[in-house]
C-alpha cells in the first residue's frame, strides 16, 4: 500500500516528440508528488512535484497532470531533447508523526533519438 | 561542502566480509535518509535520521544492515558479512526539514559483493 506504480520501465521518443510516464498508487494517505532525474552515474535530482488538489503543473517544458479519483499522475515532457535522456522517478510522500519519507517508483529509462 | 558527499564511489567486496559507506550531508540539513537502488527496483527505503530522533530503521532489510550518524552530521551504513544480493547502489540523501519532498542525493557507492 506503500508502493507507486511505474511505466513503462523503458521509452524510446524522437528528439521534439513528447515523452510521457505514468504512475498509480493506492494509498491516499501520499501528500505530494515528486518527480526525479537521474543522470548515469549521479544521484536523482528533484524535477517538479504536485499536491494532490492540483490536476496540473506546469514548469517549462515539463508537465504533471495528477488525476485524483483515479489515483494516477503522470509526467510530460514536451519538446523532448537528447539531453532530457535520463531515469525518471516519480515517487510519493506519506508523513508519519514527525517525519515523512518519499517511496518511489520502479524508474523509466528514457532515451530521446535524434 | 555544496552537496551530499559519498564515499567510496565504488566498493569491492569478498562475500561474508563487512563493509562501510560513507555520507558527508549537506551542512545544516537535519534529515539523512539512505536508500538502496537495485537494477530494476527502484530506490528502496534503507533507514532515515531526524534531528536528535530515534531512527526510522523500517526498511533495513535484515541484521546485517546498520547506520549511525554522528553528531547529526556524518553518517555511516554498515553491512556485515556482506551477500551477493547486497550488490546494489548504495544512495545517500539529505532535505532542510523533516517534511521536505525534495531531497538532495548523494551521487552514491555502487558495492558489488563477489
Known amino acids: 500500500q506503500q508502493q507507486v506504480k511505474q511505466s513503462p520501465q523503458s521509452l524510446i521518443v524522437q528528439k521534439g516528440g513528447i515523452s510521457i510516464i505514468n504512475c498509480a498508487y493506492e494509498?491516499?494517505?501520499?501528500?505530494?508528488f515528486p518527480w526525479y532525474q537521474q543522470f548515469p552515474g549521479k544521484g536523482p535530482a528533484l524535477l517538479i512535484a504536485?499536491?494532490?488538489?492540483?490536476s496540473e503543473k506546469k514548469e517549462g517544458r515539463f508537465t504533471i497532470s495528477f488525476n485524483k479519483s483515479a489515483k494516477q499522475f503522470s509526467l510530460h515532457i514536451m519538446d523532448s531533447q537528447p539531453g532530457d535522456s535520463a531515469t525518471y522517478f516519480c515517487?510519493?510522500?506519506?508523513?508519519?508523526?514527525?517525519?515523512?519519507?518519499?517511496?518511489f517508483g520502479t524508474g523509466t529509462r528514457l532515451q530521446v533519438t535524434l | 561542502g555544496a552537496g551530499v558527499s559519498q564515499s567510496p564511489s565504488n566498493k569491492v567486496t569478498e562475500k561474508g566480509k563487512d563493509v562501510e559507506l560513507r555520507c558527508d550531508p549537506i551542512?545544516?540539513?537535519?534529515?539523512l535518509y539512505w536508500y538502496r537502488q537495485s537494477l530494476g527496483q527502484g530506490l528502496e527505503f534503507l533507514i532515515y535520521?531526524?534531528?536528535?530522533?530515534?531512527?526510522?530503521k523500517s526498511g533495513l532489510p535484515s541484521d546485517r544492515f546498520s547506520a549511525e550518524r554522528t553528531g547529526g552530521s556524518v553518517s555511516t551504513l554498515t553491512i556485515q558479512r556482506t551477500q551477493q544480493e547486497d550488490s546494489a547502489v548504495y544512495l545517500c540523501?539529505?532535505?532542510?526539514?523533516?517534511?521536505?519532498?525534495?531531497?538532495?542525493f548523494g551521487s552514491g557507492t555502487r558495492l558489488t559483493v563477489v
Open positions: 515517487a510519493a510522500r506519506w508523513r508519519t508523526g514527525t517525519a515523512s519519507k518519499l517511496t
Open positions: 535520521f531526524q534531528g536528535n530522533s530515534a531512527p526510522d
Open positions: 540523501a539529505t532535505s532542510t526539514a523533516a517534511y521536505s519532498y525534495g531531497y538532495t
Open positions: 494509498n491516499t494517505a501520499f501528500d505530494y
Open positions: 504536485i499536491r494532490p488538489d492540483v
Open positions: 551542512s545544516g540539513h537535519t534529515a
